[in-house]
Each structure stands twice: as structure tokens, then as C-alpha cells.
């Protein structure tokens, strides 16, 4: 101990001590944390070449020769497979015309061109991949605790059955009873629109597979009570009543009050 | 009493008749009340689509008490349905997915008691529509009109109650707003929240007492007021629309036994069985789906029930305007729509038959209805109301519509708003014309009968329009117009100088009074209506002998033209001769 005890008075030791302490954090952090190395390019030379022509035909007036992103576009550097998928085998990419946001339609792009494009934006930048399909698996997934993260996360603009709805300005979440596990994996982790990301420090693969095993549930869901009346609630409700039910009643009150003739 | 007769039925039920009487002494009431007579038109009915609806919510109802937990406890879903498997939930909810999915006709009950609820509240509105606009309200009716508002408020209490039991994640979010709106009252707001939710948001006091107002009190003075509605229609008697033979001193129509006993039996499983039909078919609030509330959830398009909506849709098209005044935060983004616009609204519709016969002078006793043409500012008043109610109801749904329809939410939340300030107006203005129009059309047929639309050529070259005289029932309907005088103006002093207290309001009440009468188109007289009927008559009557050659023609006959028989008089002084 008197090693210490006579330098700890020392001026540098503080300096030393600082040292120290952030390698320790550092250190620690690396390991406690499960970031992933996000992933760079997956595709083959060929592949990113082709994708590289596709790109410079179709959506580089937007987004630039560089993908670097220009007026109409943004950037697409860094916004890895998982995007580039989402967005053009939906058909959102490329845009039919500016507008609030990229409706979904028939893609024009077939699953090779994709996987080209795809290839060719990831080896730009590293950034989110296209998912494997163990990811994708969702078969040992609790739906139950999908629900949950559902309405948590999800049902504040997707509605609670997935139906979709209004957001600002035009915009709106879509209905998502149409989405395909991918689609709604990527869509977590890239955060197409106006959806935030949800990257798998916030949301692990686990989660992600359990929202995605919910949303399939209302999928295939059926409706106990009869018509569904498109699952949204009241304004449906009232309208079918006002109008079906109560022309009905209305119907009923006129043939009884008729005088008999 | 002496007939006797030997028919196995009216022995049978004489005895029985005459057994009950021995006991009750009902016959005599029976003999009297029996074959009391109501007039007869289909409007009458919407009332008892009313009535009947509520006897369907509380037979309904009081099948799901049976199940259904009124009660906070956060228990673990265990029920049948996967997707809510192992969900921390209130009992008031789990009950509630018990019924629906556990209990043998359980869904079927709780959908056909939403429907008939959402109805119950329809049919009463549909129901005052019709008194409104047909003037049943007025004198001696004014205090029934306020028995209805109340039940109608009543309902609107009952509904809100009921949708909020569930405890799902679209009734906690109306609970939440319902807090929200407690809170904006000044000064007492926070400590009134805190009264009804018995502490902070949600606690776990509400749904129990939402549950006892719910099935005891609100359905409880529902009741006492519907008897008292309709004891109140049977004392003063059914009004009836003008026509042949009736008046304001009697009733034409049919007796209760059998006609109105047959056709309102009938009616009552009509409507019970329209509400088990889309009960058992049709959706209505899927609460499994929406899952269980807890205060940090909430779903994209959650909305009230449709009567609620129009509040809602208040609340979604008010500017956010916040005051703070003297360290107090007044929430008039809160405050107005869903207090002062609803509080308005209310009183206004209590008020109004008091309001119309002060402004109007209108003392008199009314039996039979009035035509809505006939009261052209009642009408527009009635018809402006809707309007806004109707603009703030497709406010209640913007979100839902604006994803419908590919619209930008705001451009349709400003288009509301600024239409809510417009289309009333105009509506008024637009509905007052076509009753005036109205009104011209039916002096124009009592002084020149109605327009066949048939053009005759009259021997000496003229053309003429055939006008034919109205027929009994129409002359009837149309000729039971009345019209009231303006008020007259007031004066500030009269001849010896002495002021006139009461001038101000004297003034007002000329004013409105001149605002509801003065643009009336006026009835003709009684003789003036005779003559032009007489008229009328004439002119048909020049037609005539056209019709006997059309009997004798053998060729298929068009409109219009003079043919030619054998016999037929050729020149136009032949005709004329003939006439004459």
C-alpha cells in the first residue's frame, strides 16, 4: 500500500484514474450492449452493379446520381436493404406523383430488380438489412404479448384492429391487413413515411416477431359477431344503423300505417 | 247486457271478463278506455320504434347483469379468445369477453343490446323531429315537449354509461375525455373529476358507479318519465294532421281495440325482430379487439357512440384557445364545445315552445298539427339546427372519414369549421324560401285549383290550361292554414305622454314576432277559396265533351289535339253553341 499512498498525490494520476474510468465504461458498454455491427452489403458485385443501373434509371432523378438525395428526395445513404425492399416491392418507389405520402400499388420492379436495388443502396452505406427468414419466424411468438406492444406502439395510428388511419396533413398510417411479415418487419426497422423506427435495441426480434404474430392474428381473425362492419368502431356502427336499420323501421312504419284500401 | 249468445269464444271470454270485473272493477274503465280512438299516419310510429327499442335494451339488459362484473380488480385473462391470452385486465372487461365469447348467447344478447340502445336513441330523435316540425309541441303540449327533452338527455346518459362498462380500450379513452371535460369547469373542475372518479384517472371506483346509474337510476327515471309522456298523450289525446272532418275538438282515426292494439303489437316484433336480426348478424362494438383500457393506450380512430359523436366532433373542431387568468388555466378549447355548445343546445330545444309562443302571440290550443310549410321559420330554425349538429356529428368522425376518402385531415377539420358557421344560415335561409314557395303553390291551387297539365284548345282558338278542383282530402289539408298576425309595434310614450314601461320588451317581442310571421304567404278566404274552386271546376268542365269523343274514337289516342267524329260539331260556333 505505501506504493500507492506515496503517489497518489501525484498530478497525473487524475489523468490516469479518467483514463482508466472511460476504458472501464467503454469496455463494460461493448459488452453489456448487443448492438449489432449493422450489416453492409450482402449482395454480390453483380448484383450491386446491376442494381446500380436500375437505380440510375428509376430513381435517381429524385434521390440523386449518388443516391446522395437532391430536392424531391432524400438520401438514401445509409438507409439500408430493409427500406429499399419495403419501398419498392410495395410499389411506393418510385412515386406515381408528389403527394402527402407513397401509396401502396403494383410494384413495378420484380423480386430480382428489388434485390439488386437493395444490394446496390446497402453496399453504399451500412443500414438495416432485409430480414432472414429467422427472423421472420414468428411461429413461437406470444400473440398475446403482441397485442400489448400492438396497442402500445402500433394502434395509436394504426387503430387497435390494424385498420389503418388519418394522420396530419394527408398523411395516414395504412391498414395493415394486407401486410406480408417482411413488409412489416422492414417497416419497423427502417420507418418508412412518417413511422418512427423501431430498431432492435428499442424493439428486439423477439418483440418484432411477437407484433408480427397479432397482426397476423387479425388477419386471419374471424368475426364472431357476424358482419365486421370493417373493424373500426362506431362511425360504422351509426351509419350502418342510420342508414340500413332505421331505413328498415321506416319502411316497416309507413306499410303499417298505409290505410287499407 | 241482455244479448246472450251462443258462441263458444264470446262465452269463454265474457266469463272471463266478467271474473276479472267481479275483482278489479275493470270493465267500466275497460268499456270506456278501449275503444279510444287515435289518428292514424305513419309518422306516429316513430315514437313507438322508441319505446319498443327500450323494451328490448332492458330485457337484454338485465341478461347480461347476470354475467357481467362490475368491478376494477386487475385480474389475468383466462377466457377462450388466444390473442387476449394471459392479459392483464379488469374484471368489468374479462366479464365482458366472457359474455361474448364464453356465454351460450352472450354475443347475440350484448349486440342486440348495443343495437337496440343506438336505435333507442335514433328512433327518439326521429321521434322529436317529427313534433318539432309538425308544431306538436305547442300549446297544451309544451310540457310533454320537456318530458321528451329530458328523456332524451336521459338516453344519451344511458348510452354513455353503457358504452363505457366495458372497460375496453375505446370506452377507457371516452372516460378519459369525460375527466378532461369535468376538468375544464372553472374553478371547481379538478375537485369535480376527483368527485366522480373518486380520485385520480382511472381509479377503481367509476365503472362500479357508472354501473349502478347505468342499470338503476338513469333506466329507472327513464321509465317514470315514458309513463308520464305517454299518460300525458292519453290525457290530452294524439294530435292529428289536418284533413276532411278533422278538427281541433276531435280525433278521426281508428280505436285502440283492435286496430291500434293489432298495429302496434305488430310494429313492437317488427322492431324486436329487425334488433335480433342484425344482433345476430352485424357486428357492433367488438371490444376484443380494442383490448383492455389502460391510460397509457389509445387507438386511432376511437370514437363515441353516434349520439355521442356530435360532442366529440365539438371538441375535435375547436381551436386550441387556452386563457390564464389570475393563475388559473381557463381550457376554452374544452370548455365550449363540450359544455356551453351541448349546454345551448339543450336549453334551447327545452325552451323552444315557450320561446315560439311568446314570440309569436300564440295562445291558442293546438290539435291539429301544423304543416312544416306553414311555420317557414320553425322549420328553418329546425332545419339549421340539423345542419350544425349534423357538421359537428362529421366532425365526431374526421379521422375515420379523412381515411376513407384519401383527404387531408386538416383541410377537412378547417372546411368544417368554417362550414360550421355558414351552412346553418344558409340552410335557414334556403329551407324558409322553399316553405314560402310552398306556401304560394297551395294559395295558387285554392284560388285556381291545380294545374292538370293537360292544355285545351277552346273552340274560338283559344288555349287554355285545364285547372281542375282540388278533392276533398287535399282542400281539407291545405285549407286548414292559419294565419296569426304580426304583434304590433310598441310606443315608447303614448298620446298623454306617459311612458310605456314595458317598451323594450314590447319592441322585442315585435320584432321577433314580425321575424316569424311577416314573409307568410296569406290563406285566402273561405269565399275566395270557393270561388276559385268553382273556377276551377268550370274549367274542367269546358273539357268534358272532349272526353266523350275520346270514348267514341276507335283509333288509340294521344295527348292533346281535337278529333274529328261523325257528328261532331265543325265550326267553333257550333261548338260553342253546343256548349251553351
Known amino acids: ?261 | 247486457m241482455s244479448t246472450t249468445t251462443d258462441h263458444p269464444v264470446e262465452q269463454i271470454g265474457g266469463a272471463t271478463a266478467k271474473y276479472v270485473d267481479q275483482r278489479l272493477g275493470s270493465n267500466k274503465f275497460l268499456g270506456a278506455n278501449l275503444g279510444k280512438v287515435f289518428p292514424d299516419h305513419w309518422s306516429f310510429m316513430l315514437g313507438e320504434i322508441a319505446l319498443y327499442s327500450f323494451i328490448v335494451v332492458l330485457l337484454t339488459g338485465t341478461f347480461l347483469t347476470l354475467f357481467y362484473n362490475p368491478s376494477m380488480v386487475e385480474v389475468v385473462y383466462n377466457g377462450s379468445y388466444v390473442p387476449l391470452k394471459g392479459v392483464q385486465m379488469s374484471e368489468a372487461y374479462a366479464s365482458s369477453l366472457d359474455i361474448s365469447f364464453e356465454v351460450r348467447g352472450g354475443l347475440l344478447i350484448r349486440q342486440m343490446h348495443h343495437w337496440s340502445a343506438l336505435i333507442f336513441v335514433a328512433a327518439m330523435a326521429v321521434h322529436m323531429f317529427r313534433v318539432f316540425f309538425t308544431g306538436a309541441f305547442r300549446k297544451p303540449r309544451e310540457f310533454n315537449w320537456l318530458v321528451g327533452v329530458g328523456l332524451t338527455a336521459l338516453a344519451l346518459g344511458a348510452g354513455f354509461t353503457g358504452y363505457s362498462l366495458p372497460d375496453d380500450l375505446l370506452s377507457g379513452t371516452g372516460l378519459q375525455i369525460i375527466r378532461g371535460i369535468l376538468q375544464s369547469i372553472p374553478l371547481i373542475g379538478t375537485w369535480a373529476a376527483f368527485l366522480v372518479f373518486g380520485g385520480e384517472f382511472p381509479g377503481t371506483e367509476i365503472i362500479p358507479r357508472l354501473y349502478a346509474a347505468h342499470i338503476l337510476l338513469i333506466p329507472g327515471i327513464i321509465l317514470a318519465l315514458i309513463t308520464v309522456h305517454l299518460m300525458m298523450v292519453w290525457t290530452q289525446k294524439h294530435t292529428q294532421f289536418p284533413g276532411p272532418g278533422r278538427t281541433n275538438t276531435n280525433v278521426v282515426g281508428y280505436p285502440l281495440l283492435p286496430v291500434y292494439m293489432a298495429k302496434a303489437g305488430g310494429f313492437f316484433f317488427i322492431v324486436f325482430g329487425i334488433i335480433a336480426l342484425i344482433g345476430g348478424l352485424v357486428t357492433v362494438n367488438p371490444i376484443w379487439l380494442f383490448g383492455p383500457y389502460t391510460p397509457d393506450q389509445v387507438s386511432s380512430g376511437t370514437q363515441p357512440d353516434w349520439y355521442i359523436g356530435w360532442l366529440d366532433g365539438a371538441l375535435r373542431l375547436m381551436p386550441n384557445w387556452e386563457s390564464v387568468i389570475a393563475g388559473f388555466t381557463i381550457s376554452w378549447n374544452v370548455l365550449i364545445p363540450s359544455v356551453v355548445i351541448p349546454g345551448i343546445l339543450f336549453t334551447g330545444l327545452a325552451l323552444y315552445p315557450f320561446l315560439e309562443a311568446w314570440a309569436t302571440g300564440d295562445k291558442r290550443e293546438h290539435n291539429l298539427l301544423e304543416r312544416p310549410r306553414n311555420a317557414p321559420v320553425r322549420t328553418g330554425i329546425g332545419v339549421a339546427a340539423i345542419v350544425f349538429y349534423g357538421i359537428l356529428w362529421i366532425g365526431g368522425g374526421n379521422d375515420v372519414i379523412a381515411a376513407a376518402f384519401n383527404l387531408s385531415f386538416n383541410v377537412l377539420s378547417w372546411t368544417l369549421r368554417i362550414s360550421l358557421i355558414i351552412l346553418p344560415p344558409i340552410a335557414f335561409l334556403v329551407t324558409k324560401r322553399i316553405c314560402l314557395g310552398l306556401q304560394r303553390k297551395d294559395r295558387e291551387k285554392l284560388l285556381h285549383g291545380y294545374e292538370s297539365g293537360r292544355v285545351l284548345r277552346l273552340p274560338h282558338g283559344e288555349f287554355i290550361e285545364v285547372h281542375q278542383p282540388l278533392n276533398y282530402k287535399e282542400l281539407a289539408v291545405i285549407s286548414a292554414k292559419e294565419d296569426l298576425p304580426v304583434l304590433p309595434a310598441s310606443v315608447k310614450t303614448d298620446a298623454d305622454g306617459v311612458r310605456n314601461p314595458s317598451y323594450r320588451v314590447d319592441q322585442l317581442r315585435h320584432k321577433l314576432s314580425s321575424f316569424f310571421l311577416r314573409d307568410n304567404i296569406e290563406r285566402p278566404t273561405d269565399a275566395e277559396i270557393e270561388a276559385g274552386q268553382a273556377h276551377a271546376a268550370h274549367s274542367a268542365g269546358l273539357e268534358a265533351p272532349l272526353h266523350e269523343y275520346e270514348e267514341l274514337d276507335q283509333d288509340p289516342v294521344g295527348h292533346g289535339g281535337v278529333l274529328h267524329h261523325p257528328g261532331m260539331p265543325m265550326t267553333n260556333q257550333e261548338q260553342v253553341d253546343q256548349r251553351q
Open chain 1, 1 to 261: 500500500m505505501k506504493f500507492i499512498t506515496a503517489r497518489r498525490r501525484n498530478p497525473f494520476v487524475a489523468v490516469l484514474l479518467l483514463v482508466a474510468a472511460l476504458g472501464a465504461v467503454g469496455v463494460t458498454f461493448s459488452a453489456v450492449s448487443n448492438i449489432e455491427p449493422a450489416q453492409a452489403s450482402l449482395g454480390t458485385q453483380t448484383q450491386v452493379e446491376d442494381g446500380k443501373k436500375l437505380y440510375l434509371e428509376g430513381c435517381s432523378s429524385c434521390h440523386g446520381l449518388d443516391a446522395q438525395g437532391a430536392m424531391n428526395g432524400p438520401s438514401l445513404i445509409g438507409v439500408g436493404a430493409a427500406a429499399v425492399h419495403f419501398q419498392v416491392s410495395t410499389g411506393r418507389m418510385p412515386l406515381a406523383a408528389p403527394g402527402a405520402q407513397a401509396t401502396a400499388k403494383e410494384p413495378i420492379y420484380d423480386v430480382e430488380e428489388v434485390a439488386a436495388m437493395s444490394a446496390y443502396i446497402a453496399s453504399l452505406a451500412p443500414g438495416p438489412a432485409i430480414p432472414t427468414s429467422e427472423d421472420l419466424d414468428y411461429s413461437d411468438a406470444d400473440i398475446a404479448e403482441g397485442g400489448v406492444l400492438f396497442r402500445i406502439n402500433c394502434a395509436q395510428c394504426h387503430q387497435a384492429a390494424g385498420q389503418g388511419g388519418a394522420l396530419t396533413q394527408g398523411k395516414y398510417a395504412p391498414n395493415l391487413m394486407q401486410a406480408t411479415p417482411q413488409e412489416i418487419y422492414e417497416a419497423m426497422v427502417s420507418g418508412p413515411q412518417s413511422m418512427p423506427v423501431f430498431s432492435n435495441e428499442t424493439l428486439p426480434i423477439k418483440d418484432k416477431q411477437a407484433v408480427t404474430a397479432y397482426i397476423m392474428a387479425l388477419q386471419e381473425a374471424p368475426s364472431p359477431g357476424g358482419l365486421s362492419l370493417g373493424r373500426i368502431g362506431p362511425v360504422t356502427e351509426g351509419l350502418f344503423m342510420w342508414v340500413a336499420v332505421f331505413a328498415a323501421f321506416i319502411g316497416a312504419a309507413v306499410w303499417i300505417g298505409i290505410k287499407a284500401r
